[in-house]
């Protein structure tokens, strides 16, 4: 059974910088892709950021030009490393796997952002 452990959420002040981590275990397929959403209080999960194993990216226009996904595959762990911090950048973020025709979803990470 595929589970996704995420790490490395925080509270941190506007301006720094946050790395989050997602590891998956059990049965990883070739041709997944691995990426974050965040759900904001009140709001709806929103897409922040993917990465396919063999490299391509897409990121949220949101985050753009402060938000970094990267990979290990060896480890199946995808990381996403978040500059410049906004409060608006507060939620739960959730790692997403998809794997084969399953997708799996971590259990979330706090991160909250103070003005």
């Known amino acids: 059974q595929v589970q996704l452990t995420e790490s490395g959420g925080g509270l941190v002040q506007a301006g720094d910088s946050l790395r989050l981590s997602c590891t998956a275990s059990?049965?990883?397929?070739?041709?997944?892709?691995m990426g974050w959403y965040r759900q904001a209080p009140g709001k709806q999960r929103e897409f922040v950021a993917v990465?396919?194993?063999?490299?391509?990216?897409n990121y949220a226009d949101a985050v753009k030009g402060r938000v970094t996904i990267s990979r290990d595959n060896a480890k199946d762990t995808v990381y996403l490393q978040m500059n410049s911090l906004k409060p608006e950048d507060t939620a739960v973020y959730y790692c997403?796997?998809?794997?084969?025709?399953?997708?799996?979803w971590g259990q979330g990470t706090q991160v909250t952002v103070s003005s």
């Open positions: 997403r796997l998809v794997n084969g025709n399953t997708i799996h």
């Open positions: 059990g049965s990883i397929f070739s041709g997944n892709t």
């Open positions: 990465m396919a194993d063999g490299g391509g990216t």
